[in-house]
């Protein structure tokens, strides 16, 4: 790569970069997405997306995944399952959609380098494993251990672990997705079995609060147990979740997605709020004035649930109770209509 000149240099191709790209192509500014990976989208990842995150991906980009309509909830002592009408999720391989996504901003002349990783911002740019790219502004979509940030000399925006066990075989067609708290275990974390049809995602996500690596593995390895899983027959995964938002707006360098901390420090879905702050940013870069409610929102709803986890009542206590609540159907159906946008039509205790 020779040195290049763009208006916008987006640092990381995942949901949030590729939402950024797609606005500011949109409104004509040049733009290129680097990301160190040679197929971004492959990492670990249940492939949840709700209401929010499917609105917000091109139609042409998403052609298959699985509705799903009812939900198995979990605990030590009860088990509920959650009828709704409509979707509350869809399974869906992000390697797939995020792949297709690429082709279509490629497609319309958007400059993609995969296999190259930033180094470090530079004056008028940013260095790159494949040499300099001159730009106006940076946006570090770069996940939750963005360098980015941390060249910003902000903390980190890691809130929550995950692990997670992937089959590569069809799961059992009737098999349905399910969720598990288990405040003993997971604290105010939980696990969740995510049949896509390609092969059933069973993982465990805990707060760095309560837990740490070590403490995680043993959660998960307690899950699989339960489940009578055999760990060696799948892959095994693991990420970080970046759930501690303190500002994406740097002067000319921005943050988005993980990296701006914006995925949800109880569900860990991250998905919808990459792809909501990544066009909401490039809207910011491109109207000087605009000043976006949204991210504003997702900042202030972080801070209050983080506050409620270290209240009075310990989180694994607050988030079980939660679940149980789930059970009462006018409970329940604020509660989903809150974390997914569906309103559950039956309730089975
Ligand atoms: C196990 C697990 C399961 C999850 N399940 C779900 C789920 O079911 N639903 C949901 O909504 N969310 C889920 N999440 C959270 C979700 O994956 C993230 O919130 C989401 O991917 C954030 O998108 P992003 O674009 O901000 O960052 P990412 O998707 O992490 O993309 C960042 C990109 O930046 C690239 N990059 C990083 N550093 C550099 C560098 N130095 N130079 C160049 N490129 C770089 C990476 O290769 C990557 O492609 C899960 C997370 C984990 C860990």
Same mark, same amino acid.
């Given at each position: 790569?020779?040195?290049?000149?763009?208006?916008?240099?987006?640092? &990381?191709?995942?949901?949030?970069?590729?939402?950024?790209?797609?606005?500011?192509?949109?409104?004509?500014?040049?733009?290129?997405?680097?990301?160190?990976?040679?197929?971004?989208?492959?990492?670990?990842?249940?492939?949840?997306?709700?209401?929010?995150?499917?609105?917000?991906? %091109?139609?042409?980009?998403?052609?298959? &995944?699985?509705?799903?309509?009812?939900?198995?909830?979990?605990?030590?002592?009860?088990?509920?399952?959650?009828?709704?009408?409509?979707?509350?999720?869809?399974?869906?391989?992000?390697?797939?959609?995020?792949?297709?996504?690429?082709?279509?901003?490629?497609?319309?002349?958007?400059?993609?380098?995969?296999?190259?990783?930033?180094?470090?911002?530079?004056?008028?740019?940013?260095?790159?494993?494949?040499?300099?790219?001159?730009?106006?502004?940076?946006?570090?979509?770069?996940? %939750?251990?963005?360098?980015?940030?941390?060249?910003?000399?902000?903390?980190?925006?890691?809130?929550?672990?995950?692990?997670?066990?992937?089959?590569?075989?069809? %799961?059992?067609?009737?098999?349905?997705?399910?969720?598990?708290?288990?405040?003993?275990?997971?604290?105010?974390?939980?696990?969740?079995?995510?049949?896509?049809?390609?092969?059933?995602?069973?993982?465990?996500?805990?707060?760095?609060?309560?837990?740490?690596?070590?403490?995680?593995?043993?959660?998960?390895?307690?899950?699989?147990?339960?489940?009578?899983?055999?760990?060696?027959?799948?892959?095994?995964?693991?990420?970080?979740?970046?759930?501690?938002?303190?500002?994406?707006?740097?002067?000319?360098?921005?943050?988005?997605?993980?990296?701006?901390?914006?995925?949800?420090?109880?569900?860990?879905?991250?998905?919808?709020?990459?792809?909501?702050?990544?066009?909401?940013?490039?809207?910011?870069?491109?109207?000087?004035?605009?000043?976006?409610?949204?991210?504003?929102?997702? &900042?202030?709803?972080?801070?209050?649930?983080?506050?409620?986890?270290? &209240?009075?009542?310990?989180?694994?206590?607050?988030?079980?109770?939660?679940?149980?609540?789930?059970?009462?159907?006018?409970?329940?159906?604020?509660?989903?209509?809150?974390?997914?946008?569906?309103?559950?039509?039956?309730?089975?205790?």
């Amino acid at each position: 790569m020779s040195d290049l000149t763009y208006d916008v240099c987006i640092i &990381g191709a995942g949901p949030a970069g590729l939402a950024a790209a797609e606005r500011l192509h949109a409104a004509q500014r040049s733009v290129c997405l680097i990301d160190r990976r040679a197929h971004p989208g492959t990492k670990a990842c249940g492939g949840g997306l709700t209401q929010a995150a499917l609105a917000r991906i %091109p139609r042409d980009v998403i052609s298959t &995944g699985r509705p799903c309509r009812v939900l198995e909830v979990h605990s030590a002592g009860w088990r509920s399952r959650i009828h709704t009408d409509t979707p509350y999720m869809t399974l869906a391989d992000r390697t797939t959609w995020q792949a297709q996504w690429r082709a279509r901003l490629i497609a319309r002349g958007v400059r993609i380098h995969t296999e190259t990783r930033l180094l470090h911002l530079t004056k008028n740019g940013v260095a790159t494993s494949c040499g300099h790219i001159t730009c106006g502004h940076i946006i570090g979509a770069d996940g %939750p251990n963005s360098r980015v940030r941390r060249a910003l000399g902000l903390p980190t925006a890691i809130g929550s672990i995950a692990l997670q066990l992937r089959h590569t075989h069809a %799961p059992d067609a009737a098999l349905l997705p399910a969720v598990w708290f288990w405040p003993t275990h997971f604290g105010a974390g939980y696990a969740w079995r995510f049949p896509h049809p390609d092969g059933c995602r069973w993982g465990v996500g805990v707060p760095t609060q309560t837990h740490d690596a070590r403490a995680l593995k043993a959660a998960f390895q307690h899950f699989l147990r339960h489940q009578s899983l055999d760990e060696t027959r799948g892959i095994r995964e693991g990420g970080n979740i970046g759930c501690h938002y303190v500002g994406h707006r740097f002067g000319r360098v921005w943050l988005a997605g993980d990296a701006a901390g914006l995925a949800s420090p109880v569900t860990g879905e991250g998905i919808s709020q990459a792809l909501i702050s990544g066009d909401e940013v490039a809207k910011e870069i491109c109207c000087p004035n605009y000043r976006s409610r949204a991210i504003a929102r997702l &900042g202030g709803q972080h801070r209050r649930t983080f506050a409620a986890l270290a &209240g009075p009542l310990p989180g694994a206590r607050l988030l079980h109770s939660a679940a149980w609540l789930l059970r009462i159907p006018s409970l329940g159906r604020t509660v989903l209509s809150r974390f997914a946008q569906t309103a559950p039509s039956k309730i089975d205790v």
